[in-house]
């Protein structure tokens, strides 16, 4: 199999990285696992959120739903000219271990019943869920967006196990529907899917109309002014998204919301666009009420910088808040809250979309990229 998660590798006197990528135990036949970057996971500064990216990609495609964190260790390919003794190498081995199960633990913790996965309490196997939910749902599908080729991971293409151009289409457009949902729940309000292709297939003016004939805050053109676009598809906003007062009057929370689930999310920012372009361009009388802008991606954020790319891009919907939030707004809709959200069909599409891969990935009999280092090998 492909292990999941590196690990700190061999030590001086074991049996060779090669040799070792050469045996199979039972719990690796039939299961097909991610590759590991291994430049990534070893050196001083390791990245340990990748780690647990594995792990969790290798526990949702195991025939038993299932990854060991040992598995780490084994999975790596450290030179023995990297470490001057044993002590060393046990060092490092204990380092990725305890590392990456602390941010599996930090994630399940956050996320709650949003987390497709559960962590053993001793810490050694994370186990696949298939019980799933909003936030589970849409946590599957971030995960499998955060590794796509285009994102400059090698984890899921150097495995085989890249989906399709017309199913990474299809999965950008449910990230976007799935994302409104998150955007709602983010708010406690309403939210539609405004990004091209809308659901409802509206013109962009038409929808434009639509979602502020409900606000009542500010005129939206008739048609649009001198010099604007002439074939406009949404103007660089995704999700738009209100809280409306009880009492019907001006002065309500707005979201403009941005998705970007593609490498080049960093170079998006919607910041000053809302006020300077979107509403003057679109609108004969602006919003009285305050917009907010949000930055929606797929990914997980490095923590240390949260604070410049929330000051740069706009309020930061991460990959834990995004299926947190979704999560709230699967729950406020079973309560019966009256919440309008357009393009929630997408997590029953991505549920089937999901189950058939996996299926495809563990389907007995097959060969193809198994073990640990993402070598090529026969069952």
Known sequence: MNGPEPEAGAHPGSASTKERSNRTDASSVGSWRPFIP??????????????????????????????RISELAGALEIG???????????????????????????????????????????????TFEE??????????LSLILSHLPSERSPVLERSGLVPDKDDIVKLRRWFQYCATASVAG?????????????????????????????????????????????????????IIAARLSCDGLHGFPIILGQVASGNNWLSKPLRGHADHAFYPEWFVMTPAS????????????????????????????????????????????????????????????????????????KRPGTTGRQGLEGRERKE
């Open 38 to 67: 291994q430049d990534q996971l070893t050196g001083a500064e390791p990245d340990f959120a990748l780690a647990a990216d594995l792990i969790e990609l290798t526990a949702y495609l195991a025939h038993d739903r299932r990854a």
């Open 80 to 126: 023995q000219d990297e470490y001057e003794d044993l002590d060393d190498v046990v060092r490092t081995r204990d380092r990725m271990t305890e590392e990456t199960a602390a941010a599996l633990e930090t994630r399940a913790r956050q996320l709650g019943k949003a987390y497709p996965f559960t962590l053993a309490s001793n810490g050694a196997t994370l």
């Open 131 to 140: 019980d799933l939910n909003w936030g589970r749902t849409l946590y599957v």
């Open 186 to 238: 983010e708010i406690g309000g309403d939210a539609w899917a405004f990004g091209w292709p809308r659901p409802d297939g509206t013109a962009f003016l038409e929808k434009l109309k639509r979602i502020w004939a409900r606000l009542k805050d500010g005129d939206v053109r008739e048609t649009p002014s001198s010099g604007s676009p002439a074939h406009v598809k949404d103007d660089e906003i995704d």
């Open 290 to 361: 305050q917009t907010l802008v949000y930055h929606i991606i797929p990914f997980t954020v490095d923590p240390a910088s949260m604070r410049r790319e929330t000051r740069r891009l706009g309020h930061l919907m991460h990959r834990v808040r995004l299926c947190s939030r979704a999560l709230e707004a699967h729950d406020a809709l079973q309560r019966g809250v009256p919440l309008q959200i357009e393009g929630t069909e997408a997590f029953e599409e991505v549920d089937r979309w999901a189950s058939d891969f996996r299926l495809r990935v």
